[in-house]
Structures are given as C-alpha cells and as structure tokens.
C-alpha cells in the first residue's frame, strides 16, 4: 500500500509588533543586573528589595530617555463602600 500524504494547510499568523524597543530590553537588563548584585535603589536612597520594584525602576529609565515603552495604564478607580 502506498502512503499519501496531503499537504497541511496552516492559517498565516499575523506578526505581532513588539511592544518594547530592543535598547529598552537592554536598559532593563542592565537595571536588573543591578539589582541582582545589590547595588540598586531607589529614589529615597533606599535599597531596592522587590524584583518587580526593580523592572518597574528600568522601565521608568527608559520612558524617560524616550526609548519605545508600552503607556502607563491609568489606575482603577476606588471603589466606596
């Protein structure tokens, strides 16, 4: 018997645009690598203790050297008792 195969037809994936510029993966890395070695702090001098505190210090940096960063997402609204 011989064996047929059909062709397998996949649907194209649309490329999705990256959402951090690679300079920017660079400045967080290099704000990550400071935290790791213990020598990053924050802005009241004291040392950074929070791994997300840290990835939100590098993405600040590069916001503000007008590298490509996401907006911020405007925070929720208090809900009253």
Known sequence: MAC???PIFIKP???M???YSTTAEKKVGKVMKEFKEGK???SSGDKVKDRKQ????GI?????AGLKVPKK???????SK
Do not use: N, Y
């Open 4 to 6: 047929v195969l059909f």
């Open 13 to 15: 994936i649309a490329i």
């Open 17 to 19: 645009e990256k959402k």
């Open 40 to 42: 990053l702090k924050s």
């Open 54 to 57: 840290a990835i939100a210090i």
């Open 60 to 64: 600040s940096e590069a916001r503000e």
């Open 73 to 79: 997402k405007p925070a929720a609204p208090k809900k």
